[in-house]
Antibody, heavy 121, light 107 residues
Framework: EVQLVQSGAEVKKPGESLKISCKGSGYSFTSYWIGWVRQMPGKGLEWMGIIYPGDSDTRYSPSFQGQVTISADKSISTAYLQWSSLKASDTAMYYC??????????????WGQGTLVTVSS | DIQMTQSPSSLSASVGDRVTITCQASQDISNYLNWYQQKPGKAPKLLIYDASNLETGVPSRFSGSGSGTDFTFTISSLQPEDIATYYCQQYDNLQFTFGPGTKVDIK
């Protein structure tokens, strides 16, 4: 069974750094892209970027390029999303999701449970 | 960037009604269009991929069609458990965009 398990909720202050994680299991972690999706409170889904854990090839949405860093550690089947200096506007739910595991294509077929990040002074 | 629009932004329908949502891309995306359902407090769930392929385990009352720039998502007979927000999503050359979503309620 394919599973993505994300790290727990975080409460941080503006200016602090943060790294959240997404651990994959039940499939070949290095063979499929993993994406990150932001959902601000009461708003829609926004694609942030994707990473191919096999070679760490990473692509970002223009809206998030330079704002976050996506990485992966294939030795522990875990993808990461990190910020160097959080802002209140980073308050959101963040989801990771696999791309095209069940069938080839650019669809997000397996999702993590989400990590709620709250940034407040 | 490819932009996605969806209409309507919200709708109310009765149980058993046929519900249709449209999604339009700002340029030709062939059939690289997917549909998701998101219930409050839950992660999104893939329903339809590549415009018309039903994801495994998804009820057959859900369907999708279209190609190029114009796509349609249909619930043939609305059920109470279908109350959710529905999103389209395109992919092109490893860049992805979600539509703004359509909130579906029971009348």
């Amino acid at each position: 069974e394919v599973q993505l398990v994300q790290s727990g909720a975080e409460v941080k202050k503006p200016g602090e750094s943060l790294k959240i994680s997404c651990k994959g299991s039940g499939y070949s972690f290095t063979s499929y892209w993993i994406g990150w999706v932001r959902q601000m409170p009461g708003k829609g889904l926004e694609w942030m970027g994707i990473i191919y854990p096999g070679d760490s090839d990473t692509r970002y949405s223009p809206s998030f390029q330079g704002q976050v860093t996506i990485s992966a550690d294939k030795s522990i089947s875990t993808a990461y999303l990190q910020w160097s200096s959080l802002k209140a506007s980073d308050t959101a739910m963040y989801y990771c999701a696999t791309v095209g595991v069940g069938a080839p294509g650019g669809h997000f077929d397996y999702w993590g449970q989400g990590t709620l990040v709250t940034v407040s002074s | 960037d490819i932009q996605m629009t969806q209409s309507p932004s919200s709708l109310s329908a009765s149980v058993g009604d046929r519900v249709t949502i449209t999604c339009q891309a700002s340029q030709d995306i062939s059939n690289y269009l997917n549909w998701y359902q998101q219930k409050p407090g839950k992660a999104p769930k893939l329903l339809i991929y590549d415009a018309s392929n039903l994801e495994t385990g998804v009820p057959s009352r859900f369907s999708g069609s279209g190609s190029g720039t114009d796509f349609t998502f249909t619930i043939s007979s609305l059920q109470p458990e279908d109350i959710a927000t529905y999103y389209c999503q395109q992919y092109d050359n490893l860049q992805f965009t979600f539509g703004p979503g359509t909130k579906v309620d029971i009348k």
